[in-house]
């Protein structure tokens, strides 16, 4: 069974930094994609960004790129987000997500693309 814990959420101030952490175990995750979402307090859930575990392409929501990175440390099968000049905006509680990738189709932002998720970290920016 996947288990995914994320860890790094809190509070920040407009402009500082958070570093969101996504310990994945249960599977040898060569074949998975992990992804980033997030939820704002009335809105959906809107994707963040993801990244193929073997081969390490990265995708970003347009409105985190030049912002945020995601990464992956394959010994201790953990991802990453790194996000910097945070806004108010980015408030939400945010979800990491895996999913197996079967063949070559994979559309990144589309949530039914994960069959795991998180239970969520909360990340507030006050401005």
């Known amino acids: 069974q996947v288990q995914l814990v994320e860890s790094g959420g809190g509070l920040v101030q407009a402009g500082g930094s958070l570093r969101l952490s996504c310990a994945a175990s249960?599977?040898?995750?060569?074949?998975?994609?992990m992804g980033w979402f997030r939820q704002a307090p009335g809105k959906e859930r809107e994707f963040v960004a993801a990244i193929r575990w073997s081969a390490g392409y990265t995708y970003y929501a347009d409105s985190v790129k030049g912002r945020f990175t995601i990464s992956r440390d394959n010994a201790k099968t953990t991802v990453f987000l790194q996000m910097n000049s945070l806004k108010p905006e980015d408030t939400a509680v945010y979800y990491c997500a895996a999913g197996l990738q079967v063949d070559s189709t994979y559309y990144p932002t589309d949530p039914k693309e994960y069959g795991y998720w998180g239970q969520g970290t909360q990340v507030t920016v006050s401005s």
């Open positions: 249960g599977r040898t995750f060569s074949r998975y994609a």
